[in-house]
């Protein structure tokens, strides 16, 4: 696509509760990362996969967190369990590769645990 | 490891003024640098990027400064325009590393 899309682009569940997060990155792009950003703060780096591969997960807070990418290209993150610390905005971004070229970002899922 | 920090996390200027952001950095060996700018309710979108063996570089309306010795990096915006009001986010990549870490951001807000 032209862009990176993420849906949705707000979700609202209760605690306790999992929920998905999806990402389409631009095409061709094989790098892809997931961050994420509280309310007011800088971007925090969650995860990034170069192809299927995550060579670098060191980011996911806990184990309630998890991601996959299939095909080289659509992205799944997951959280379980949700927590009210959770609520957050969570950008995904794409790039031609990992390392030193620029991300290109989508619009971000919001998500609010109550 | 790395940590980007911002000197000001709100910067209020008049139109048609010059605004400055700065950044500072933690690791020696990071090599490339990006400044970023995030609209509300949208993803941050690239505005310009500078390699460590430069300590320059310039685009439309925008400067980007690199002092390795202190470890400090700016982000000049000449004549500033109310569309430039957003957050405006360092990034630096690291050698050997494949992802950007970013600071805290710093709002810059434009007054007519």
């Known amino acids: 696509g032209a862009g990176v899309s993420q849906s949705p682009s707000n979700k609202v569940t209760e605690k306790g509760k999992d929920v998905e997060l999806r990402c389409d990155p631009i095409s061709g792009h094989t790098a892809l990362y997931w961050y994420r950003q509280s309310l007011g703060q800088g971007l925090e780096f969650l995860i990034y996969?170069?192809?299927?591969?995550?060579?670098?997960k060191s980011g996911l807070p806990s184990d309630r967190f998890s991601a996959e990418r299939t095909g080289g290209s659509v992205s799944t993150l997951t959280i379980q369990r949700t927590q009210q610390e959770d609520s957050a905005v969570y950008l995904c971004?794409?790039?031609?590769?990992?390392?030193?070229?620029?991300?290109?970002f989508g619009a971000g899922s919001r998500l609010t645990v109550l | 490891g790395e940590s980007v920090g911002l000197h000001l996390p709100t910067l209020s200027v008049q139109e048609g003024d010059n605004s400055i952001i700065n950044c500072a950095y933690s690791n020696s060996a990071s090599d490339y640098f990006i400044w970023y700018k995030q609209e509300s309710g949208k993803g941050p979108q690239f505005i310009i990027d500078?390699?460590?063996?430069?300590d320059k570089r310039q685009g439309q309306r925008v400067t980007v400064l690199l002092n390795k010795t202190v470890k400090h990096l700016s982000l000049q915006i000449a004549a500033t325009q109310p569309g430039d009001s957003a957050v405006y986010f360092c990034a630096v990549l690291s050698g050997g590393y494949n992802k950007l870490i970013f600071g805290a951001g710093t709002r810059l807000a434009v007054h007519p």
């Open positions: 996969f170069q192809g299927n591969s995550a060579p670098d």
């Open positions: 971004a794409s790039s031609l590769r990992a390392g030193a070229n620029v991300l290109t």
């Open positions: 500078i390699r460590s063996n430069m």
